[in-house]
């Protein structure tokens, strides 16, 4: 069952919630006054599987230990920087006539770990997240309908990251201010 295998990787691995609306078009084809063509709003969701990154609260007190030696280049990093810098002033030599002759072989750039993303759709809601209230239903049935989660969880330093378009975090970032005096494990 999809809603089981979600619910249990809810509890096991670090995950995010993104959410958007989505509009049905319900067609009338035998319009008059009282029947014309409307629309039926909803919202969708995916909870999107993470990596482990440790303990949040280890994270976020790593910021409060900052030294002037965090802000200098290391050397792989000057030497990268040298390299980018070069290329970059060879490209714009390119331009010019008479440096045609100049080649530069491209940067290799830090590339990224590849890994696979897991993600899960979630069950399709009947509501309108287009209002504050609206962000607030969809968040609450999110963690307790579909992930299944419990106070307890939250209360063990648990968070949910909450992502969506800018409109979504609009409502969220005015939703949690409402609720200034709350803590909220929401972020």
């Not at 969701?45 to 030696?69: E, N, V």
């Not at 770990?113 to 962000?135: C, Y």
């Not at 579909?146 to 909450?162: I, N, P």
Request: charged letters at 25%.
């Amino acid at each position: 069952d999809a809603q089981k295998v979600v619910k249990e990787a809810a509890k096991q691995d670090p995950f995010l919630i993104v959410y958007d609306n989505i509009n049905f078009a319900k067609r009338k084809y035998d319009q008059r006054v009282s029947n014309f063509d409307d629309f039926e709003n909803g919202t969708t969701a995916t909870m999107i599987i993470g990596k482990s990154l440790g303990s949040i609260h280890q994270i976020r007190d790593s910021y409060l230990k900052l030294r002037s030696d965090d802000f200098f280049l290391t050397a792989a990093e000057t030497a990268h920087f040298a390299r980018v810098t070069q290329v970059h002033i060879i490209q714009e030599l390119w331009k010019k006539d008479g440096y045609t002759c100049c080649s530069a072989p491209s940067v290799a750039l830090n590339l990224l770990e590849e890994g696979i993303t897991r993600t899960h759709p979630l069950p399709i809601m009947k509501i309108d997240e287009a209002t504050l209230e609206g962000n607030r239903m969809v968040i609450e049935t999110v963690i307790e309908e579909a992930l299944g989660l419990e106070a307890e969880w939250f209360t063990a330093g648990k968070m949910v990251v909450v992502a969506g378009d800018l409109a979504t975090v609009k409502r969220l970032r005015s939703l949690k201010e409402q609720r200034g005096d709350e803590l909220s494990p929401y972020h």
